[in-house]
C-alpha cells in the first residue's frame, strides 16, 4: 500500500510503496478517505520536532475498519471512523477521571511513533521499520492503529471532511469549551487563523462570546474568520495586535486563545489579558520555547496561563458530538478545507501551508 514517508527535516516528502501488516491484538485496520494536513506534521518536517525514521506523517483522517485484532469488541469491521491521535487505554488515572487527553499509555505510545507494545506495523519491502507518526500515520491508504484510536461515528457523515474533526476542529473548538469552558458572553482573542484558531473562534460564537477578535498576518485569514464568528480582526503586520486588543475589547478580553506556537504571540496572549483573563496556549512551539510574562501583573490581576492538549477532548463522546453538529448545519467544516490533493502531493500541500496559501488541505488518501 502507499504511504507518504518522510526521513529527514527539510527532505522532499516521497510516496513508498509499503507493507502493513494485520492488526495485532486492540488493533484495527483503517482504510483511509481522507487526511487533513495540520502544523503539527509541519514541525516535524521543518524539524521543530524530533520523531524516529523514516516516519509516515498524517494524524487527522478518517475512513472505515477493515480488519480488527484478536479480542478487539469496538469498533467492528465496517464501521466508519474518525482517527484519534489520543489512543486512551481507559485505565490510568487519567482516563478514568475523565481526562483521557492526559492518557498515560497513549502518551508513551505516541512518543514511541509506534504501537503500544513498541513495535509497528508499517515496513519497507526488505523489512526496515516505518514508523507510525503520533501511532496514527494518516497519509497512507490504510492504517493500523489501537482501537481506541478509531472512534466510530454516524456513516453517512462524509469522511473526506470530518477527517479534520481528529486533530484541527477538536483541538480549537475544544480549547473554548473543554479547557476553558468559556463562560458565555464573555470577550476573547484569537491569535493565529489556520484551521485550529477558526475552530476555536466557531467555538467562541457558538458559545456566545460577545466579542471574538482575531488576530493573523495573512488578509485571507482575516477574512475566513470574520465568516466564521470574529467580530473584529486585526491584521499584525499592520497594527500593534496588543494596543488593538485592548482598544477593541475596552481594557482587555477574558480569554486569549494562542493557536500558533510562538514565543512572541504566547507574549502578546498575556499582554491582551483583561483583570481575571486567561491565555490559552493551544499552539504548540518548538521544543524548548520560553516565554516571558510580568509576574507581578499576573499576580495582581489574577490572571492565568493554561494549556490545552487535543482541545481536552474525550474522542469517544465528543467526536460523534462534533460530527452531529456538523450534519444539523451548524459546525462549519466545508469552509476549512481550502483544496483536495492526492496522497503524492503531500510536499505542495505543506508549500501551501508554510506560505499561507491555503487554511487546510485534505489528502485524498485513495489517489
Ligand atoms: N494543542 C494541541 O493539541 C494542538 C493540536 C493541533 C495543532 N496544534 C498546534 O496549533 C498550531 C496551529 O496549527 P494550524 O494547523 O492551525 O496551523 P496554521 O499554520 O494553519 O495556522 C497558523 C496561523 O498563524 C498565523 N500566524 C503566523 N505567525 C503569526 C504571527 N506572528 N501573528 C499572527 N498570526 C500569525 C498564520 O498566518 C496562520 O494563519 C500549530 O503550532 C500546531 O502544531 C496544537
Ligand atoms: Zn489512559
Ligand atoms: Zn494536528
Not at 480549547?175 to 458572553?185: P, S
Not at 486563545?257 to 486567561?278: K, R, V
Not at 469517544?316 to 467544516?333: A, E, K, N, Q, T
Request: charged share 20%; aromatic share 6%.
Amino acid at each position: 500500500m502507499r504511504a507518504v514517508v518522510f526521513t529527514d527535516p527539510g527532505e522532499p516528502l516521497r510516496v513508498e510503496e509499503l507493507t502493513l501488516a494485520a492488526p495485532k491484538a486492540g488493533e484495527v485496520r483503517v482504510k483511509l478517505v481522507g487526511a487533513g494536513v495540520c502544523h503539527s506534521d509541519l514541525h516535524v518536517f521543518k524539524g521543530d520536532w524530533q520523531h524516529k525514521t523514516p516516519l509516515v506523517l498524517g494524524h487527522e483522517g478518517a475512513g472505515v475498519v477493515t480488519q480488527v485484532g484478536p479480542g478487539v469488541t469496538r469498533p467492528c469491521v465496517g464501521d466508519h471512523v474518525i482517527l484519534s491521535w489520543i489512543p486512551a487505554c481507559g485505565e490510568c488515572r487519567f482516563c478514568v477521571s475523565g481526562k483521557p487527553q492526559l492518557c498515560q499509555t497513549a502518551m508513551e505510545a505516541i512518543g514511541t511513533d509506534a504501537m503500544f507494545d513498541g513495535t509497528t506495523r508499517l515496513a519497507r519491502a526488505d523489512g526496515t521499520p516505518v514508523y507510525h507518526y503520533l501511532s496514527t500515520a494518516a497519509f497512507a491508504e490504510e492504517t493500523v492503529v489501537p482501537a481506541t484510536g478509531a472512534i466510530t461515528i454516524r456513516n453517512d457523515a462524509p469522511l473526506e471532511k470530518v477527517s479534520i474533526v481528529g486533530c484541527a476542529v477538536a483541538t480549537g473548538f475544544g480549547a473554548v469549551v473543554n479547557t476553558a469552558k468559556m463562560e458565555w458572553g464573555s470577550t476573547v482573542a484569537v491569535i493565529g487563523c489556520g484551521a485550529v484558531g477558526l475552530s476555536a473562534i466557531q467555538g467562541a460564537r457558538l458559545c456566545a462570546a460577545t466579542k471574538i477578535i482575531a488576530v493573523d498576518i495573512v488578509a485571507a485569514k482575516l477574512e475566513a474568520a470574520k465568516a466564521f464568528g470574529a467580530t473584529d480582526v486585526v491584521n499584525s503586520v499592520s497594527d500593534d495586535p496588543v494596543a488593538a486588543v485592548r482598544e477593541l475589547s475596552g481594557g482587555g478580553v477574558d480569554y486569549v486563545f494562542e493557536c500558533i506556537g510562538l514565543a512572541e504571540t504566547c507574549e502578546q496572549a498575556t499582554a491582551m489579558l483583561g483583570f481575571g483573563g486567561t491565555t490559552v496556549v493551544v499552539g504548540q512551539p518548538k521544543a524548548g520555547t520560553r516565554p516571558g510574562y510580568d509576574a507581578l501583573l499576573l499576580s495582581c490581576y489574577e490572571q492565568r496561563v493554561i494549556g490545552s492538549n487535543y482541545g481536552s477532548m474525550r474522542p469517544s463522546v465528543d467526536f460523534p458530538r462534533l460530527v452531529d453538529l456538523y450534519m444539523s448545519g451548524r459546525l462549519m467544516i466545508d469552509e476549512l478545507i481550502t483544496g483536495h490533493r492526492p496522497l503524492g502531493e503531500a510536499q505542495e500541500a505543506f508549500e501551501d501551508l508554510l506560505a499561507g496559501r491555503a487554511i487546510r488541505t485534505v489528502l485524498d488518501c485513495g489517489r
